[in-house]
């Protein structure tokens, strides 16, 4: 696996020939809006891809309209995220949020990274087997998977001696790299099954915590939990607040309200579920927390452009 991650692309070759001129256009951005697009890098209907990182350039600070996470299969990279400098080393994860400024210094040939490019809805699943796990890593993605994804957040897991992570990185790479029946299912429990045991090594986490990301943390975590039947009034009363200054100081640091960010969340998991079962569109509506048929067709369709009939059609495999 390692030759096939170690051959030299024709992005890199040109790079060799022309150093430092990286292709903005490529990733769907600008050097003056340096915004990596999920797009551009994603086929059709895939909610995750794995690439090679771009050796022999100077990546600028950057952000992402999806979850980047880095796998350093060997070698080392530098990178600088929100002005925090951090060395990856070989065996280690860096998980990065959609609003996270990241800046990678150039990597030499033998330093192979693994950028794995998820989507949100992804990690619904991921959620679903994390469970009632309180710990930065389930507040990172369900950060991740709200609506505006204000907080900036990353986590460096210094896991190169852990051999459960290790193999289920490289199964998951394998599976991506060989396309075989079933294979969403297989990447998405297997993505799950790796969150859990990053899950029960958080003390090989590097960083720090902070008031701000517990509220966000807080928030997020009773929507996740609560979806179907989640109320502002029940949340304001666990946390001691007033019903109107909870809504307030939510507007305030999501930037949309509780709704918008509960319907968000219900729609990314019936999003899930058209593509992982076979339940009825009538049942998935009830199943996350909607009695109105009519209005759940009008919101689906304002969030992804199509009827939930048509996203399950160009989801299945």
């Known amino acids: 696996m390692l030759r096939q991650l170690s051959v030299i692309t024709a992005e890199e070759k040109a790079l060799l020939e022309s150093p430092q001129r990286l292709d903005y256009a490529a990733y769907g951005a600008t050097k003056e809006d340096f915004r990596i697009d999920a797009h551009r ?15 022999f350039v100077h990546f600028p600070p950057h952000t992402h309209n999806y979850i980047e996470m880095v796998y350093m299969y060997t070698g080392q990279t530098q990178h600088i995220v929100n002005g925090t400098p951090i060395t990856l080393h070989t065996g280690e ?23 794995f490019i998820i989507l949100p809805a992804f990690f619904d699943r991921t959620m679903e087997m994390l469970g009632m796990e309180q710990n930065r890593l389930v507040d990172f993605l369900a950060d991740c998977l709200s609506p ?22 490289e199964n998951l790479i394998w599976t991506i790299l060989h396309e075989e029946p079933n294979r969403r299912r297989i990447r998405q429990s ?30 997020l975590r009773y929507i996740e939990e609560h979806y179907r039947d989640a109320s502002l009034t029940v949340l304001a009363a666990d ?10 100081r939510i507007t305030r640091h999501f930037g949309c309200t509780f709704k918008a960010l509960l319907r968000e969340k219900r729609l990314q998991r019936a999003a899930a579920l058209l593509v992982d079962t076979d339940r009825s569109v ?13 209005y759940f067709h009008r919101i689906f369709k304002e969030k992804y452009g199509i009827s939930p009939a048509a996203y399950r059609r160009g989801h299945v495999e």
Not at 93 to 115: C, T, Y
Not at 282 to 294: F, K, L, M, P, W
């Open 41 to 55: 890098l994603l086929q059709s209907g895939r909610l995750m891809r794995i690439r090679p990182h771009t050796r």
């Open 93 to 115: 994860v860096l998980l990065l949020s959609p609003s996270a400024v990241q800046e990678v210094l150039p990597a030499g040939e033998k330093d192979i990274a693994i950028n």
């Open 190 to 219: 297997t993505m799950g099954l790796l969150m859990v045991q990053l899950a029960n090594h958080m003390d090989r986490l590097q960083g720090a915590d902070s008031a701000q990301h517990r509220f966000s943390a807080a928030v």
């Open 282 to 294: 009538a049942d998935i509506i009830v199943a996350v927390g909607y009695e109105n048929t009519s």
């Open 148 to 169: 505006t994804h204000r907080d900036a957040q990353f986590l460096h897991f210094a896991v190169a001696d852990i051999l459960p992570i290790q193999n289920l990185l």
């Open 239 to 248: 946390m001691g607040q007033e019903a109107g200054t909870l809504s307030k």
